[in-house]
C-alpha cells in the first residue's frame, strides 16, 4: 500500500506559477498511475492530471491543458506538478492519487471523471490571488 503526501501550495498572483510535490512511502510510484486532483471552495473534485510512467501515458483537463505539466523523480519517489500562468480559477485543494497499473489515454479521461483511484493523499492548498 502507498501512502502520498502533498506540499508546495500557497498563495501566488495571477499569473505566476508553483510546483506541487507528492512524494510516497510504502511502494514504488513506477507500479501505479499518479493523478491530480482539485477540489475548489463550494464545488465538487475535479480531475486535473494523469499519468502512468510505464507506458508513457500522460493526460491533462481541458482547463490546465497547455498550462499545467507532470514530471517524476524516481530516485525520491515523487511526483511534481508544474502549474504556470495560473488564474484566479485554479484556487483549490489539490489531491494526489494513485492507483495499481497503467492505464491508458482512451481511459483517462473516465478515471479523472470518476476519480476511479485507491489511495489518496490530504491535499495542498493553492490560493490564487492579487
Known amino acids: 500500500q502507498v501512502q502520498l503526501v502533498e506540499s508546495g501550495g500557497g498563495l501566488v498572483q495571477p499569473g505566476g506559477s508553483l510546483r506541487l510535490s507528492c512524494a510516497a512511502s510504502?511502494?514504488?510510484?513506477?507500479?501505479?498511475?499518479i493523478g491530480w486532483f482539485r477540489q475548489a471552495p463550494g464545488k465538487t473534485r475535479e480531475g486535473v492530471s494523469l499519468?502512468?510512467?510505464?507506458?508513457?501515458?500522460?493526460y491533462f483537463a481541458d482547463p490546465v491543458k497547455g498550462r499545467f505539466t507532470m514530471s517524476t523523480d524516481n530516485d525520491k519517489n515523487t511526483v511534481y506538478l508544474q502549474m504556470n500562468s495560473l488564474k484566479p480559477d485554479d484556487t483549490a485543494v489539490y489531491y494526489c492519487?494513485?492507483?495499481?497499473?497503467?492505464?491508458?489515454?482512451?481511459?483517462?479521461?473516465?478515471?479523472?471523471?470518476?476519480?476511479?483511484?485507491?489511495?489518496w493523499g490530504k491535499g495542498t492548498l493553492v490560493t490564487i490571488s492579487s
Open positions: 492519487a494513485a492507483r495499481p497499473g497503467t492505464i491508458t489515454t482512451a481511459q483517462a479521461a473516465g478515471v479523472l471523471l470518476l476519480g476511479a483511484m485507491d489511495y
Open positions: 510504502g511502494d514504488t510510484l513506477d507500479y501505479y498511475t
Open positions: 499519468f502512468s510512467s510505464t507506458v508513457g501515458t500522460t
